[in-house]
C-alpha cells in the first residue's frame, strides 16, 4: 500500500506566497502564514474599528517587495 501523502518534492512551494495585512490601503505588515495575518488583522480591527482592515495575498516575495512600496495594490 503506498503513501497518501505528496513527497515534499512534489508538493507546491508555499514560500512564495505571503499575505499582507493593510489598514486605509496602507501596508502595515507582511506574514508567511494567512492564519498569522488574520489575527494581526482582527486585533487592528478591536483596536481600530472606524478603519479599513484588509488581508491580501501575494504569490511571490518580488511582488511582496512592490506591495510594501505602495506600487500594487489588488
Same mark, same amino acid.
Given at each position: ?18 499575505? %499582507?495585512? $493593510?489598514?486605509?490601503? $496602507?501596508?502595515?505588515?507582511?506574514? &508567511?502564514?494567512? %492564519?498569522?495575518? %488574520? ?5 487592528? &480591527?478591536? $483596536? ?20 510594501? $512600496?505602495?506600487?500594487? %495594490?489588488?
Amino acid at each position: 500500500m503506498g503513501c497518501l501523502m505528496k513527497s515534499a518534492i512534489a508538493m507546491p512551494s508555499l514560500s512564495d506566497e505571503h499575505f %499582507v495585512l $493593510q489598514m486605509d490601503g $496602507q501596508v502595515k505588515s507582511q506574514h &508567511r502564514r494567512f %492564519v498569522d495575518a %488574520v489575527i494581526a488583522g482582527l486585533l487592528l &480591527r478591536y $483596536q481600530f474599528p472606524q478603519h479599513d482592515i484588509k488581508v491580501r495575498e501575494t504569490q511571490t516575495s518580488a511582488h511582496v517587495d512592490e506591495v510594501m $512600496q505602495g506600487t500594487v %495594490v489588488h
